[in-house]
T-cell receptor, first 113, second 110 residues
Framework: NAGVTQTPKFRILKIGQSMTLQCTQD?????MYWYRQDPGMGLKLIYY???????DKGEVPNGYNVSRSTTEDFPLRLELAAPSQTSVYFC????????????FGEGSWLTVV | GENVEQHPSTLSVQEGDSAVIKCTYS??????FPWYKQELGKGPQLIID?????GEKKDQRIAVTLNKTAKHFSLHITETQPEDSAVYFC?????????FGAGTTVTVRA
């Protein structure tokens, strides 16, 4: 039972480079999320999706893009990486939205130098 | 928007003692309050949650209490064990948004 799987686990980017964090879930959940976690700041929502073809901004969307072409996949795209995007990124999913259990992946550690 | 404050930021307890983490929220429309545990190098995992129509919920050594009037809720861990060492996050949801506290690093001393 894989749950939420995200790749890569670790990545170092140079300023200005772009990359995509991959996320897939095998629980047939409608809702998917991307969070970033910075020390002492908790988890901040970047983007979320309520179903295939539907995405919406969270609290901190600037510098990121997402797409949701299938129920299973929800990639996060970083364009023109900046040092401020150095963080730990978590993909997550849930069956019925923010008012129920959210299942997190194991995280992707990204450093922009 | 919702603001969730969590205290303390760090907590060190002797094995076998109790640990208490407190959170306050600002949005009176919040009706769902989950607690997540994050072990080193892992993603957060739900350990217990409570809804606004319940004042207290218990699951073995962990319990959560909710005071809607005061807008605060707390996590209680009794008989702490080394495997309880982790970062704990509280959160509050109004169905349209889930806001997290900044986290509490709990260390259980042997």
């Amino acid at each position: 039972n894989a749950g939420v799987t995200q790749t890569p686990k670790f990545r170092i980017l140079k300023i200005g480079q772009s990359m995509t964090l991959q996320c897939t879930q095998d629980m047939n959940h409608n809702y998917m999320y991307w969070y970033r976690q910075d020390p002492g700041m908790g988890l901040k929502l970047i983007y979320y999706s309520v179903g295939a073809g539907i995405t919406d901004k969270g609290e901190v969307p600037n510098g990121y893009n997402v797409s949701r072409s299938t129920t299973e996949d929800f990639p996060l795209r970083l364009e023109l990486a900046a040092p401020s995007q150095t963080s730990v990124y978590f993909c997550a999913s849930s069956d019925t939205g923010f008012g129920n259990t959210i299942y997190f992946g194991e995280g992707s550690w990204l450093t922009v130098v | 928007g919702e603001n969730v404050e969590q205290h303390p930021s760090t907590l060190s307890v002797q094995e076998g003692d109790s640990a208490v983490i407190k959170c306050t929220y600002s949005d009176s429309a919040s009706n769902y309050f989950p607690w997540y545990k994050q072990e080193l190098g892992k993603g957060p995992q739900l350990i217990i949650d409570i809804r606004s129509n319940v004042g207290e919920k218990k699951d073995q050594r962990i319990a959560v209490t909710l005071n809607k009037t005061a807008k605060h809720f707390s996590l209680h861990i009794t008989e702490t064990q080394p495997e309880d060492s982790a970062v704990y996050f509280c959160a509050a949801s109004n169905d349209y948004k889930l806001s997290f506290g900044a986290g509490t690093t709990v260390t259980v001393r042997a």
